[in-house]
């Protein structure tokens, strides 16, 4: 059934989002080109969402003509032209069930239509919706709470005075100067001379099981998920043409069960991913498992020291290697320990029920005293994450860059199996990675470092001499090189380590220079002790 009206393809994702339990019959699979619109319920459901679209854009004329062009894209050719995650119906979960806090989210968001917005400026409606079970405790350690996909988040600890949920606190502090600033250095530090205790409960978690479990994650990842029963994997899931649409890691619990982790602002994007390519023999299930588990996560070098004092189990490097998961007790709860990092140094995820959160933390925490442990905020995250060049999705990775560009190929894995009969894997994107692959690439992510506390922030222009080069992705402040820190996809003729650049940061042009891709520890010595 062919569309003239370039709404078509967008307005049955919103249909589907309307009608979920029928989402999965809106689309037929068209081998190497996506989904398209399949039958009368597709067709009916779809101009329901058309009229919805419609009267919530009659003031944006220019904007709808754009839309337009880029859903025709995605009609003709299976995927659209452009990123469009901003737009794709899949980034609202399932907290906009909740009326209210749907309401006071557009609400709040209007309220900044025309007044500045800082980017660490946190959102004040509607706030504690999805808290942890280790809330209390963090608010009494002076933990600051950013807010995300309605999960209350400590973004870094003020200790010695009471702990708070953030709102505009940029908004006092101006763009020069981070309200954060001192505070996240001081736990950057911790994690790198000694150690630091996260809560990461707003973690994404989807178990995908059923004897289908392995082939459908083999197919939608490009790495090898087919590994024993305790093994990790970082991977990608991919469209047709290559372009990352998730960036996940994937524990095999058991034979036929699989854990996915995301970020906690993506489940609905993946579960949506995941759920459009299964398989039709009701061979796998996929839940979303988010509100099940708690998470700690525990890093530096002091890490194991800290961990074997609070567990008898053997968590020796021999025992218990870089990328392999099992269950541990601790404080006689029993923990699945993931041996993984997003910093760059030696530790773990333990993934527990909620109500044992609170004394796994207080046993981690005592055990940690004699060596140096505080906990740590996602500030702190972000500016390890960056020295160690640890890519994020929705910035650093999106559906327009494929694993080659983003330094990601060591995640390719052409000739795997397809994880049921052992033949070849023909996952989704292979074809195009092939090609990519035969021909080169032409641009990839790269580091730009400017001398010193330059405020980045993320989208700044780049520029060689008078050449507009693009815009950074993610950006900040890297305490242990003591260098701002950006990335850029630039062309392969300029991506030499030592390349003179010029960053514009608020109209004045700052000398830059190509990094490493790697800043710290860039053998990987530390995370493998």
């Known amino acids: 059934m062919t569309f003239g009206c370039g709404y078509a393809f967008a307005m049955t994702s919103v249909a589907g989002a309307l009608f979920p339990f029928r989402a999965k019959e809106l689309y037929e699979a068209s081998p190497g080109s996506g989904y398209k619109v399949n039958g009368w319920l597709g067709l009916l459901l779809m101009l329901v969402g058309l009229v919805t679209f419609r009267l919530g854009h009659l003031d944006d004329g220019d904007g709808i003509c754009a839309r337009g062009d880029i859903i025709a894209h995605w009609i003709v050719t299976g995927e659209p032209p452009y990123d469009v995650t901003e737009l794709n119906v899949r980034r609202f979960g399932s907290i906009y069930e909740d009326k209210f806090y749907a309401a006071e989210r557009a609400r709040e968001s209007y309220k900044y239509y025309y007044v500045l917005r800082f980017p660490h400026d946190e959102n004040e409606w509607a706030r504690q919706k999805r808290l942890s079970p280790l809330d209390s405790k963090l608010m009494a350690l002076g933990g600051v709470f950013g807010e995300k996909n309605g999960w209350e988040r400590v973004n870094y600890f003020d ?242 860059e494929n694993p080659y560009e983003a330094g990601l190929g060591f995640c390719v894995k052409l000739n795997k199996g397809d994880g049921s009969t052992g033949s070849p894997c023909n996952f989704i994107g292979r074809e195009a990675l092939l090609k990519i692959k035969s021909e080169g690439v032409k641009r990839k992510l790269c580091a730009v470092v400017l001398a010193h506390n330059s405020g980045l922030y993320g989208g700044e222009a780049v520029y060689h001499g008078e050449r507009l080069l693009g815009r950074l992705r993610s950006a900040g402040y890297g305490y242990t090189i003591g260098q701002s820190i950006g990335y850029i996809y630039l062309p392969i003729e300029l991506s030499a380590i030592g390349t003179p650049l010029d960053v514009e940061i608020f109209g004045e042009r700052f000398p830059a220079t190509i990094a490493a891709d790697v800043m710290y520890d860039p053998q990987g010595e530390k995370i493998r002790e």
């Open 159 to 400: 200790p010695g005075n009471s702990g708070r949920r953030a709102g505009a606190d940029q908004r006092a502090t101006g763009w020069h100067r981070l309200p954060f600033f001192e505070q996240a250095g001081e736990e950057h530090r911790a994690a790198r001379e000694h150690a630091a205790l996260w809560d990461l409960t707003s973690f994404g978690k989807l178990e995908v099981s059923g004897a289908g479990a392995s082939a459908l994650l083999q197919r939608l990842a490009d790495n090898d998920i087919d590994k024993p029963v305790g093994g990790v994997t970082y991977t990608q899931f991919l469209n047709p043409r290559g372009g990352i649409e998730s960036d996940v890691t994937i524990v095999r619990m058991a034979e036929n069960v699989f854990r996915v982790i995301t970020g906690s602002n993506f489940v609905a994007s993946d579960l949506g991913w995941i759920t459009m390519h299964l398989p039709d023999d009701n061979s796998v299930v996929v839940r979303d498992v988010t509100d099940e588990w708690a998470v700690i996560g525990l890093w530096g070098p002091r890490a194991r020291a800290v961990l074997q004092a609070a567990t008898k189990s053997d968590v020796s490097n021999t025992a218990f290697p870089y990328m392999t998961a099992r269950s541990i007790a601790i404080a006689d709860a029993d923990v699945w320990a993931q041996r993984v990092t997003y910093v760059g140094e030696l530790g773990w995820e333990f993934y527990l029920r909620p109500e044992h959160a609170g004394e796994v933390w207080d046993a981690l925490m005592d055990a940690g005293q004699p060596h140096g442990l505080r906990p740590a905020g996602y500030k702190a995250l972000d500016s390890l994450r960056l020295e160690k060049g640890y890519r994020y999705w929705s910035s650093d990775l999106t559906p327009l």
